[in-house]
């Protein structure tokens, strides 16, 4: 979107200059911020070179009738002279004269002004007198000079010269696009209605402006920037189908992307359902954009809302293949606790590419793994956390045991309560055997505190598996707290099992050193 604010800037310095159109086309290589540096020091040296002598001309014209005055400026000064001296001239006194001032001569005038120079003769200017200078820069298409003035009028005529624009929203895009200061901006947008806000939209489309729409919505704050896309979201496929396209072919992913990132989950939804987003030329071009712009953040408040082949093939991507991408997805997800937008996709990922987002997890700090814990322990994301866990080193699923246990019974219990009612008991185990011995206890009296039935769940998985060594050790786990609770637990199995489980535990009780059960 830099390329559109270059543009507004070489217009207005062209309108400045009274230079040809496209004559200072070369200056839309400059840097925005340079050239508006750069338009301001000239409009002030056109206004202070000569500041004597206009303050002079201003102060003569309060020895004559005010109709003379005005009659002067108009055949003897001319529009540009006249809106230097009207820069000198007391509110009262400019105000005055305009009233003797034919529309289109004080139209011409505005043309030459510092908009920042006459702001409280602005501010007292009859609005009738207002509405018609704009009504008449309107019939002329002059949206330049539409935009420069219209930040700096007052608010109460604001709603007359949007109502003039009503039927010309075109005009009223272009003439936003030269309006310097963002706050008149989002003063104006806090006029539009919805309905008008659609209006925009469906005309933005219509003139090819959806550039500048999107470039004027940027420039908009979050608050603001929902509403106009919440309003957009709620029309039509055909029209969401074109935003999308024109986002594309203009290469605007970049500004859009924030934009979406800002609408409520039900508008996300909506864009991210639209065909064309599906289209895989759009998704490689959304993740270009998200990679060379650091927009992961906002890329995956949209990546939960798209459908499972989209998923996959944005997963596919070869940037997705590389360790410095899946870096910043994980940085993006930790800084903007998206681990919530982030976690559902490592259901979709092979093997590899699951070991490749473990090894780079490895370098979270603790703070970063514990918030990715709890937005799976909120969200209820444990399954895909838990495949994440396995793909982890030793030392790496001891860290995520401790951090569980570090964030309380409550984590703890959620995590069983889930694996339990998925019979994910394997991902536990796996991740069960890294732990060290005080963790392993400590899940253990979790499992034995949500009843003999999750228990009974957790052993039958063990003898399911074959592996009697982790039985026997997880076993070894019990004291006196928990005995009675596994030994309850054993009773809960089919019969078959019982017998071999409850010798086990007893030899296990009369080991020396070993907690004995209570008689």
């Not at 056109?46 to 003569?60: G, L, N, Q, S, T």
Request: hydrophobic share 50%; proline share 5%; aromatic share 4%.
């Amino acid at each position: 979107m830099h390329g559109l604010a270059r543009h507004a800037e070489r217009l207005k310095m062209e309108a400045l200059l009274d230079a040809a159109p496209g004559s200072l086309e070369f200056l839309e290589e400059t840097p925005a911020a340079e050239l508006r540096a750069l338009r301001l020091a000239l409009r002030d040296d056109f206004f202070d070179r000569h500041h004597d002598r206009f303050a002079r001309i201003a102060a003569c014209s309060k020895l004559l009738p005010v109709s003379v005055s005005a009659l002067i400026a108009r055949k003897a000064l001319g529009p540009l002279l006249s809106a230097r001296v009207t820069a000198h001239l007391p509110p009262g006194n400019a105000i005055a004269m305009a009233r003797h001032e034919p529309v289109g001569f004080l139209t011409d005038v505005c043309l030459y002004t510092d908009p920042r120079r006459v702001r409280p003769m602005l501010a007292g200017m009859p609005a009738a007198t207002i509405i018609a200078v704009a009504g008449e820069l309107a019939r002329r298409g002059d949206a330049v000079t539409m935009g420069e003035m219209a930040g700096y009028l007052p608010e109460t005529v604001m709603p007359q010269v949007l109502a003039l624009l009503a039927t010309d929203n075109a005009l009223l895009l272009r003439a936003s696009l030269f309006i310097d200061e963002d706050a008149a901006l989002r003063r104006l947008a806090d006029l539009i209605s919805d309905a008008h806000a659609v209006a925009i939209m469906q005309d933005a489309d219509r003139h090819g402006l959806w550039p500048v729409a999107l470039y004027l919505m940027q420039r908009l704050d979050a608050p603001r920037r929902a509403r106009f896309g919440d309003a957009l979201a709620g029309q039509d496929d055909i029209l969401i189908n074109r935003l999308v396209r024109a986002i594309h072919d203009n290469g605007l992913w970049p500004a859009a992307l924030p934009i979406l990132a800002d609408l409520g989950k039900v508008s996300r939804g909506r864009l991210a359902a639209a065909s064309a987003v599906h289209e895989p030329e759009v998704i490689e071009d959304i993740v270009a954009a998200a990679e060379a712009h650091d927009l992961w953040p906002a890329l995956l408040t949209l990546t939960p809302l798209l459908d499972e082949d989209s998923q996959r093939r944005l997963l596919a991507l070869p940037a997705l293949q590389q360790p410095v991408t899946l870096a910043h997805i994980l940085r993006a997800a930790d800084a903007g606790e998206r681990w919530a937008d982030m976690l559902p996709l490592l259901n979709l990922m092979d093997d590899a590419a699951l070991r490749l987002m473990a090894e780079i997890g490895e370098a979270l700090d603790d703070a970063a793994v514990q918030s990715l814990l709890q937005a799976a322990h909120q969200h209820r994301l444990w399954s895909q956390a838990l495949r994440l866990t396995g793909a982890l080193s030793e030392a790496q699923r001891q860290r995520a045991g401790r951090l569980v246990l570090a964030a309380g019974p409550s984590m703890l219990e959620g995590l069983l309560r889930h694996i339990a009612r998925h019979d994910e008991w394997l991902l536990l185990i796996e991740w069960h055997d890294a732990l060290l011995a005080d963790t392993r206890r400590e899940l253990l009296e979790a499992s034995c505190r949500l009843g003999d039935a999750l228990v009974a769940e957790w052993l039958g998985a063990l003898v399911g598996a074959g592996i009697n060594l982790r039985l026997q050790d997880t076993l070894a786990l019990c004291n006196t707290a928990t005995h009675a609770r596994v030994e309850a637990a054993i009773r809960r199995l089919p019969e078959p099992q019982q017998p071999e489980l409850l010798a086990l535990l007893a030899s296990i009780s009369h080991e020396p050193g070993a907690l004995h059960s209570p008689a």
